[in-house]
Nanobody, 125 residues
């Protein structure tokens, strides 16, 4: 059974930073793609960033490019999201997700088969 557990959320002021962590357990060796999504109240779930587990190729939604960085530590079965220059519009529940498909787009959340429980990020102005 695969489990994804996020941590690192919290409350910060605009311009601040947070680092989210996601640790995977279970049969994860065949994972190809791990990513981060977020969902604000009343809004649809949005893909934020993803990374191909093998090659390290990364993908970002335009609104976070230059501010957020996704990284991985395969030895720890972990993926991270470093979030800098945070804005109030980044406030959302952030979810870690993963799948085994041979691509790594964040366009469709339905592509991702495994999900964490989420960690809340709140950015105040």
């Amino acid at each position: 059974q695969v489990q994804l557990v996020e941590s690192g959320g919290g409350s910060v002021q605009a311009g601040g930073s947070l680092r989210l962590s996601c640790v995977a357990s279970g049969y994860i060796n065949s994972f190809n793609c791990m990513g981060w999504f977020r969902q604000a109240p009343g809004k649809e779930r949005e893909g934020v960033a993803s990374m191909v587990r093998g090659s390290g190729s990364t993908y970002y939604v335009d609104s976070v490019k230059g501010r957020f960085t996704i990284s991985r530590d395969n030895a720890k079965n972990a993926v991270y999201l470093q979030m800098n220059s945070l804005k109030p519009e980044d406030t959302a529940m952030y979810y870690c997700a993963a799948h085994r498909r041979p691509f790594c787009s964040i366009t469709y959340s339905t592509d991702f088969q495994y999900w964490g429980q989420g960690t809340q990020v709140t950015v105040s102005s």
